[in-house]
Nanobody, 118 residues
Framework: QVQLVESGGGLVQAGGSLRLSCAGS????????MGWYRQAPGKERELVTFISSRGGTYSADSVKGRFTVSRDNAKNTLYLQMNSLKPEDTAMYYC????????????WGQGTQVTVSS
């Protein structure tokens, strides 16, 4: 069964840091792209960042310079290091696997809540 399991969310003050983790099966981590999406209340789900199987990365302008995506293929784990967090980063964060295109998600995690207080 395909599974992606996120962890590491929580409540943090503005300016603080969190690291999210996403563990998956080996078959999922053979995907060409792994990434993070987020959805704030009343807003559409948006792409935050992704990393390719070759290590190339993309980050949305809103998080560029503050968030870093990485992957450990030996551990089948994806990470999102979030620094200098802002209240507008508050959202449910979802791990995603994309087999062929970074914007066509094939598998989703269940999500982990990140709340940033001002």
């Amino acid at each position: 069964q395909v599974q992606l399991v996120e962890s590491g969310g929580g409540l943090v003050q503005a300016g603080g840091s969190l690291r999210l983790s996403c563990a998956g099966s080996r078959s999922i981590f053979s995907s060409n792209f792994m990434g993070w999406y987020r959805q704030a209340p009343g807003k559409e789900r948006e792409l935050v960042t992704f990393i390719s199987s070759r290590g190339g990365t993309y980050s949305a302008d809103s998080v560029k310079g503050r968030f870093t995506v990485s992957r450990d293929n030996a551990k089948n784990t994806l990470y999102l290091q979030m620094n200098s967090l802002k209240p507008e980063d508050t959202a449910m964060y979802y791990c995603a696997a994309m087999l062929y295109s970074p914007r066509d998600v094939d598998y989703w995690g269940q999500g982990t809540q990140v709340t940033v207080s001002s």
